[in-house]
């Protein structure tokens, strides 16, 4: 089909009086075509309309589609169970053309943002082998919007306090102040009410924002758009920090992050024909300044510690002195640190554990000694003293049964010093000292061979005694 210019030169050379065979010859097309412009006699390219075997089943096609619920190869197989065969390509096209089912495509705009007016957060879960083993972790990110500069940590789940804690870390060491307006999502973790702009933060949130002079927002729901300067990096994340790198554990992740994200602050964008930190030096003096003085980030919980000395918290278990047994304290919950305090004073610090590790964490110095014996220290008999003296082997037994613990130790001494009263210490200790050749510690064998050992020492009459008695008696 000719353009709208080749049809105008055709008109033109036709009024200038030049015949349909010159006019073919210069213009290098078939002399027919020339001749239908000619008879059409307009400059505008007329509409092509193709048709389609579909135009004649339109209203059926409409109806099976809304009945199939959207499934093209539904529509075409119910059609054909009807005797009415279409290709699924010119099914597809026909519906496309006619817009049975399409969406009406709308244009897409483009957000701009002056130096420090906004920047976006937002989390996204990711999988990443730690340690090595493979965890579920939430990934949170916020960046200017002006500048792009992004900064990103990783945690094992994401609440209150990990935002609290993440958006300090961030304003305070990475970009040094803050937007006048942080965009997020309608997430429960920031928002307690509301959606878009009727969205209500959560009062400690907004506590957050007043101290570093900024505002929450929402944006609308479903409109992913308004905060695509921070969904992207996350699929940048994924493909260029985790592959290829090892990480010992979270803290070694969020350091190594932290470093890449620094990094990354000196790529050439070449949409913005600059690099971030280069837009970062403009933007920074727009940025609400930090406030003179920042407090850390905690979470406050109210525990009792139980009677083994240890306060529960997350699954996991903390010492304290053993002198607030069943008492109240306050536990003060950082990103690295449990802090206990009783009344104003603190008691006990530990290392934070991640939650879920069902650690137990102990601090020798909250141990009273000898509050406690140990399971495998038994006290001293007064019997066992008695043995031990008594003869060298049954000090040797004695300490054999110490030593393989088995049962109760307390039970078998008392055993063996019952013999030691009933039974003859020269038999006892002969037993004794046949057992230990063999490492034999069962008593009921040792009193058997015991009892073997004293046979026929006691009671025992002489026969010429016997036959006098008898005698004596006739």
Known sequence: MLDQETRAVILRLKAEGQGILPIARVLKISPNTVRKVIDEGQVEVPDFLRSSTAEPHQERIEETYARCKGNLVRVQEELESEGI?????TLTGFCRKQGIGEKP???SGRYHFNPGEEMQHDTSPHRVEVGGKTMLLQCASVVLCFSRMLFAQVYPTFNRFYCKVFLTQAIKCFFRGAASRCMVDNTSVVIASGTGKNAIPAPEMKALGDRFGFEFEAHEVGDANRSARVERPFHYIENNFYPGRTFEDLADLNRQLAEWCAIKSHRFISKLLARPIELYQTERIHLEPLPIYVPEVYALHSRIVNLEGNIHLHTNRYSVPDELLSRTVEVRETIDKIRVFHGHKLVAEHKREIEGARALIVDKAHRTPGRRPSKNKTPVLPEEKTLRAAAPELDTFVTLIRKQGRGRPLRHIRKLYRFYIDY?????VKAVTRALEYGLTDLDRIENMT???????????????????EDDNE
């Open 85 to 89: 065969s279409i290709a699924y390509s």
């Open 451 to 469: 009892l073997r050992n004293i046979a026929g020492d006691y009671f025992r009459l002489d026969i010429f005694d016997i036959e006098d008695e």
């Open 424 to 428: 003859p210490t020269d038999a006892l």
């Open 105 to 107: 495509k709308q244009r």
